[in-house]
């Protein structure tokens, strides 16, 4: 027998069963319509993500070719020397940021100016490096920021994708079947009455 929720067959329990009913069903639609939007969302940062991924490993490939010249002429002593006096060269400022009830980081990456570092045991490669790195470094945080939305937007499309089946698939059909059933056992119970009423009739009238 398929299973049905333990409450008395009464008109009140239907009533409520049934109020209860419609309830589920606009929450079914509005999860819907959520999972939908938020699925929109994902295809769209799937396809920026992918953009800054590409971008992200060509400029890390260029830097790390331009630090391995200077590597090769500075040392790993100079670059370490060359770069105690080197200042920040990107500013990174960091706000949460809300889509669909989802949060997560908006990150902002300015690139800075670079200052001149002592000409003593430098090589015009540090420089190019330095460019290479602070440019690498503004497209990896556009990476994480769009990689992080992403993993959230995806755990909330999963979440939004169970609740939606799981109204659809189980809850509306067990509160379904069990109005059906409340809905035929009184009108079983009416028929009977009408029966014994009839019969009542019958006997006063003989």
């Given at each position: 027998?398929?299973?049905?929720?333990?409450?008395?067959?009464?008109?009140?329990?239907?009533?409520?069963?049934?109020?209860?009913?419609?309830?589920?069903?606009?929450?079914h639609?509005?999860?819907?319509?959520?999972?939908?939007?938020?699925?929109?969302?994902v295809?769209?940062?799937?396809?920026?993500?992918?953009?800054?991924?590409?971008?992200?490993?060509?400029?890390?490939?260029?830097a790390?070719?331009?630090?391995t010249?200077?590597?090769?002429?500075?040392?790993?002593?100079?670059?370490?020397?060359?770069?105690?006096?080197?200042?920040?060269?990107?500013?990174?400022?960091?706000?949460?940021?809300?889509?669909?009830?989802?949060?997560?980081?908006?990150?902002?990456?300015?690139?800075?100016?670079?200052?001149?570092?002592?000409?003593?045991?430098?090589?015009?490669?540090?420089?190019?490096?330095?460019?290479?790195?602070?440019?690498?470094?503004?497209?990896?945080?556009?990476?994480?920021?769009?990689?992080i939305?992403?993993?959230?937007?995806?755990?909330?499309?999963?979440?939004?994708q169970?609740?939606?089946?799981?109204?659809?698939?189980?809850?509306?059909?067990?509160?379904?079947?069990?109005?059906?059933?409340?809905?035929?056992?009184?009108?079983?119970?009416?028929?009977?009455?009408?029966?014994?009423?009839?019969?009542?009739?019958?006997?006063?009238?003989?």
């Open positions: 027998m398929a299973q049905l929720i333990k409450v008395p067959p009464t008109k009140n329990t239907l009533l409520r069963l049934k109020k209860q009913v419609r309830f589920l069903e606009e929450g639609d509005l999860l819907e319509r959520k999972r939908e939007l938020l699925t929109r969302l295809y769209e940062r799937i396809g920026e993500y992918r953009r800054l991924r590409k971008e992200a490993e060509q400029a890390l490939r260029e790390y070719r331009c630090l010249i200077t590597h090769l002429r500075m040392g790993s002593r100079g670059i370490h020397q060359a770069a105690l006096g080197a200042e920040p060269a990107l500013r990174v400022d960091i706000l949460p940021r809300r889509a669909l009830g989802v949060e997560y980081p908006a990150v902002t990456a300015e690139r800075l100016a670079l200052k001149p570092v002592g000409l003593l045991g430098t090589d015009a490669s540090f420089d190019n490096s330095r460019e290479h790195l602070a440019d690498l470094a503004v497209l990896l945080a556009q990476l994480g920021e769009v990689e939305a992403l993993h959230r937007l995806m755990e909330e499309q999963r979440k939004a169970k609740r939606v089946n799981a109204l659809k698939y189980n809850i509306i059909p067990l509160y379904r079947r069990t109005i059906h059933f409340i809905q035929s056992a009184l009108e079983e119970e009416e028929r009977n009455t009408l029966f014994q009423v009839k019969i009542l009739r019958e006997r006063a009238n003989a």
